[in-house]
């Protein structure tokens, strides 16, 4: 069982994302089980805990993953809330995620059968939900590679008028708010910065690289509470 990470990371292109993960989480859960649970907020009954593989990075993903391959559900208690006030400079949430997806990659070679639809239950969430997330940068630069190529080929005045409007009015925003174009293309520049960490992830699966933890001390300090 696993609850909700209510967090303040002072980033909107990240506090967007965990919105969305959460929605993901509570479907899963309404169908059967949720791919993993929350590090900061799980609970595993004491009779289905197994000792951990030493150097294991995600340990949340593979008790998930051990608890539902034995047959049993990992449910989704959005009642139960834990306060995260930590926050993180770019850097840092790029290592973790980083991190993460390689730990993916670590879980799927300790339990393979993660990858078998007779053996996982949730087999389609696992695929959609984790194994997606190494294909989403090809998939990202296929699709608008190809919906560019499609408009060039059969509107290529629309198409070259609209690519235009875009230049010209990025350039008037620059001219009379440098500020707001600065923070528009600093967060485009952030969600393609992201696109890169399957690739690094899976490089390192590929290469047996699971050495990529890095403890991250918050950026702000002052937001934790004091015990």
Not at 128 to 140: D, E, I, Q, Y
Not at 150 to 168: D, E, S
Not at 199 to 209: C, E, F, P, Q, S
């Amino acid at each position: 069982m696993s609850g909700v990470v209510l967090q303040r990371s002072g980033d909107r292109v990240m506090d967007l994302y965990w919105r969305y993960e959460i929605a993901i989480r509570r479907g899963q859960a309404a169908i059967h089980s949720i791919t993993s649970t929350s590090g900061q907020i799980a609970a595993v009954r004491k009779d289905l805990w197994r000792a951990l593989p030493a150097g294991l990075i995600c340990d949340d993903l593979y008790l998930t993953m051990q608890v539902v391959l034995g047959g049993h559900r990992v449910g989704f208690a959005e009642r139960a809330t834990v306060l995260d006030l930590r926050q993180f400079t770019r850097a840092q949430h790029f290592q973790r995620k980083v991190r993460t997806l390689t730990g993916l990659f670590q879980c799927i070679g300790l339990m393979p059968e993660v990858l078998l639809p007779w053996r996982n239950p949730i087999w389609l969430h696992f695929v959609t939900h984790k194994l997606m997330r190494f294909a989403t940068p090809f998939l990202t630069l296929l699709a608008a590679g190809g919906l560019a190529v499609w408009l060039l080929g059969r509107w290529p005045r629309q198409f070259g008028a609209m690519v235009a409007g875009v230049l010209a009015g990025s350039a008037l925003l620059f001219l009379v708010d440098r500020a707001r174009f600065r923070r528009g293309w600093d967060g485009m520049a952030w969600v393609l910065r992201l696109q890169l960490v399957p690739v690094i992830a899976l490089v390192n699966g590929i290469r047996g690289n699971y050495d990529v933890w890095q403890a991250h001390a918050p950026a702000d300090t002052a937001a934790v509470p004091h015990a």
